[in-house]
């Protein structure tokens, strides 16, 4: 190994143990709590008076929004756990094969998606915008020649990693 390699800060490493991080999963579990509350309450109620297509858009994307912030609080803890010391860069990647990050998404064209609740609309934006800031993090620690081949040929390592910054710690 040269003295150069040595020498060399891993970013996205840096930012998995920072401040951003904690704020980055201070919210995602935020929203996890925000969410279950809101299902389970006002969501429940407001469900109920939905036209029928409404109300089957609205099952299934509340299932989507559960599941997608389930994988992206998975993340979050495993990532936790090893910034904590608690496991090694190994086991995380051995548990995060399990984890997905990159599907879920909604159709905002379906029919009815503007008859759902704004507080529910509202939730499913945020918990996108969040799984977007994870799984761009998660590309640059654990995927890093798949997240260079994201980057454009003219870009430099500097540029990209200003870039990594400005999205994965973009607040809306």
Known sequence: MSETSLNTVNLADRMANSSQFKALYAEGMGLVEETANYLDGPGRAASKG????????????????????????SWLLL???????????????AEKNKVRL???NCDRAAQGW???????????????????????????????????ALKPD????VQAQQHLLQTVFAKR
């Open 50 to 73: 939905l036209p029928r297509l409404a109300g089957v858009l609205y099952a299934a994307e509340s299932m989507r929004l559960t599941t997608r912030l389930m994988q992206m609080a």
């Open 114 to 148: 503007n008859d759902l609740p704004d507080s529910f609309r509202d939730l499913v934006e945020r918990s996108l915008r969040i799984q977007n800031r994870v799984a761009l993090l998660d590309r640059e620690i654990y995927r890093p020649a798949e997240a260079a």
């Open 154 to 157: 003219n870009e430099n390592s």
């Open 102 to 104: 990159d599907s879920f």
């Open 79 to 93: 990532q936790r756990a090893v910034n904590n010391g608690e496991m090694n860069r190994d086991q995380v990647l």
